[in-house]
């Protein structure tokens, strides 16, 4: 792949997943109760959705290896989700209940597991990431550092020395933009100049351009990207030209109605179901049905307990 090039990747005609299309319906569901248990005061601190994004990590989940590090941020339930389809435990950690990820005290950004780390505060993902990217080359191990970031990060400079070293090292750095266009209350066009493939271009980064929501398409398209980050090619920009269909967090939307409106013209939930309504319906179903009995249970357990070792 020629580095800087642009590729788009478009269309919804690919056919469904079964398991796809309950880990999308899965993360949809349980993002909506999740506002839904804000409202009504069960939640533990505060919380952002990845209304509209969904996607974007179910079509890379398969190409990621176990090993690889996941870096994920404020908007990162989906991120989890599609690595470890475990939303009981999310929902324990994000109402303080027993089983919870973090024993409560991370909430709904700061999540650590293994190989997977979210954290609320932007800008700080991609310097660790390159860290990280760094130990698996000087220690031959095949795995990879992803980092999950928006539109919005590219206003940080810790975003461009990082940028820097993976660069000058080739370092097996995967940067994931969810690029939606607006920076919690900020458009984006109106506090970047220039774009993001001429940033990464400055650098002599490989950048795709990724367009539409078909999971299969997608999914097509990065995994040569992800394999050359993975045998030496060098750090990578995949840009996801995706949308937000909800607040930033709660109910903090500037966007006009028509605004809004706009971008669920966009959503992958409808495109989906207009390829195949019956089984749709059925999956959605099963998914809703699963979040609902996880709620459930979840908030009949017991608080959780925090012990320092």
């Known amino acids: ?31 909506q109760t999740v506002l839904d248990l804000f409202a009504r005061g069960l939640l533990n601190g505060t919380t952002h959705t990845c209304l509209g994004q969904e996607y974007v990590p179910v079509a890379l989940g398969p190409l990621l290896a176990p090993d690889d590090f996941v870096f994920s941020n404020h908007r990162g339930h989906g991120h989890y989700l599609a690595r470890f389809d475990d939303p009981e435990g999310l929902l324990a950690e994000m109402t303080g209940r027993e089983g919870a990820v973090c024993s409560g005290v991370g909430g709904s950004q700061h999540i650590f597991r293994g190989t997977y780390l979210s954290t609320g505060v932007q800008g700080e993902s991609l310097p660790v990431a390159v860290g990280t990217a760094l130990w698996f080359q000087r220690t031959g191990r095949p ?59 400055a650098f002599g980064i490989a950048h795709v351009s990724v367009t539409g929501s078909d999971v299969a398409a997608i999914r097509a398209r990065l995994a040569p990207v992800v394999e050359r980050t993975r045998t030496g090619g060098g750090p990578a920009v995949v840009e996801f030209a995706t949308h937000r269909l909800g607040p930033h967090s709660k109910g903090d939307d500037t966007r006009s109605a028509a605004e809004v409106a706009a971008e669920r013209e966009h959503d992958w ?15 959605e179903d099963e998914q809703r049905t699963r979040i609902a009995e996880a709620v459930d249970r979840v908030l009949a357990r017991p608080a959780s307990v925090w012990e320092r070792s």
């Open 1 to 31: 792949m020629k580095e800087g090039a642009a590729v788009s990747v478009a269309g919804t005609d690919a056919g469904i997943d079964v398991d796809d299309l309950s880990s999308l319906l899965m993360i949809r569901h349980f993002e």
């Open 143 to 201: 795995g990879i550092a992803v980092a999950y970031i928006g539109d919005g990060t590219w206003g940080e400079g810790a975003v461009y020395e990082a940028l820097n070293l993976a660069a000058l090292w080739r370092l097996p750095l995967l940067v994931v933009v969810e690029n939606n266009g607006i920076a919690q209350t900020t458009p984006t066009a109106r506090a970047m100049a220039g774009d993001i493939a001429g940033r990464a271009a």
């Open 269 to 283: 939930h409808d495109a989906y179901r207009r390829l195949d309504p019956d089984l749709f319906a059925k999956v």
